[in-house]
């Protein structure tokens, strides 16, 4: 039995290769669950970005925020994340949403529950969980969502810490009506071009007056958080918050450049004509997927969903 359960189930750890001490079906060592990089140091009160300095009580309101968020205020209350990705995470979270460590879910989703814990003082009592919808055509090559499947442990886990929280998941209620392009090489504006109207609410009146918990695996630029959130404040979500479980960080030299490209004062203004973009599809004729590609700044791992 011990012979056909080693063939079956690893025996070293997927992330760092140690031998695993006992026969698990998640193949994660016990060190590498404590090695998942976290953020440390001032954070924006928005959307989690790392500040260059600390926040000092003395200081206005707005030293809070991050130049984004100061420029352009998301449409989101709050996007919490649990950890960097980075290292480890970025390891795990490859390996999750490619199918090789499924298993790994439940534990990815106890880290989520924590990110989604630092909420629980602020965010309202009853709140809708929306995972980050793929679009079909993704789905169907992937065969699951990672950020639903990370959304529904994490549930699991948080409904024995936080009982008094009703959280609900309500996965088909966003939709992603275009099967973008992976965001693999492009700017913040090209970015937020690309999903720009991609998400849409199947049934507003399932979210109108309601407050919402936007799911994702990866938090990059903020894109696709702010054109969900906007998708469901339009259909009358009374607010929305976002979590996710890891944040890029380190995106020099586009991040400090993030919005240098558009002038400060047409940010999230209607559109700006496609620049450097041309048409929907076909943005750089990369394949989503192909996580072998070389990649620039920002790989095609790097693609929250998709
Ligand atoms: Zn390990
Ligand atoms: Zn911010």
Same mark, same amino acid.
């Given at each position: 039995m011990d012979a056909l359960s080693c063939a079956i189930l690893?025996?070293?750890?997927?992330?760092?290769?140690s031998p695993l001490p006992r026969l698990s079906?998640?193949?994660?060592?016990d060190v590498c669950w404590t090695e998942f990089p976290v953020q440390s140091g001032p954070s924006c009160a928005r959307c989690g970005d790392t500040l260059a300095a600390p926040v000092l009580?003395?200081?206005? /309101? !707005?030293?809070? &925020?991050?130049r984004a968020c100061r420029l352009a205020p998301p449409p989101f209350v709050r996007a919490v994340s649990?950890?960097?990705?980075?290292?480890r995470m970025k390891d795990a979270i490859h390996a999750l949403k490619y199918g090789r460590?499924?298993?790994?879910a439940r534990g990815l989703g106890r880290l989520l529950a924590k990110a989604i814990a630092q909420l629980a003082a602020e965010a309202p009592a009853e709140m809708l969980v929306i995972p980050i919808p793929l679009h079909r055509s993704k789905y169907t090559q992937r065969g699951f969502n990672q950020a639903r499947s990370l959304a529904a442990h994490a549930l699991g886990f948080l409904r024995k810490s936080h009982p008094e929280w009703r959280l609900t998941l /309500? !996965?088909?209620? &966003?939709?992603?009506l275009r099967a973008t392009e992976?965001?693999?090489?492009?700017t913040f504006r090209q970015r937020r071009f690309n999903v720009r109207g991609a998400f849409s609410v199947s049934d507003p009146a399932a979210v109108t007056a309601k407050h919402v918990l936007v799911i994702d695996d990866i938090f990059t630029t903020g894109a696709t958080a702010r054109a969900a959130a906007q998708a469901l404040a339009r259909a009358g979500a009374a607010s929305v918050w976002v979590a996710t479980l890891a944040r890029a960080r380190n995106m020099s030299p586009f991040r400090s450049g993030l919005f240098l490209d558009e002038?400060?004062?047409?940010?999230?203004?209607?559109?700006?004509?496609p620049g450097p973009v041309h048409g929907d599809p076909g943005l750089s004729g990369n394949s989503p997927d192909a996580g072998l590609e070389p990649a620039t700044i920002y790989s095609s791992q790097d693609q929250p969903s998709f």
């Open positions: 690893p025996d070293s750890c997927s992330l760092c290769g079906s998640v193949p994660i060592c009580e003395s200081s206005p /309101a !707005s030293a809070a &925020l991050c649990y950890g960097l990705y980075q290292d460590l499924h298993t790994a /309500a !996965s088909s209620t &966003l939709m992603r992976s965001q693999a090489g492009l002038g400060e004062d047409n940010i999230d203004l209607s559109p700006q004509g």
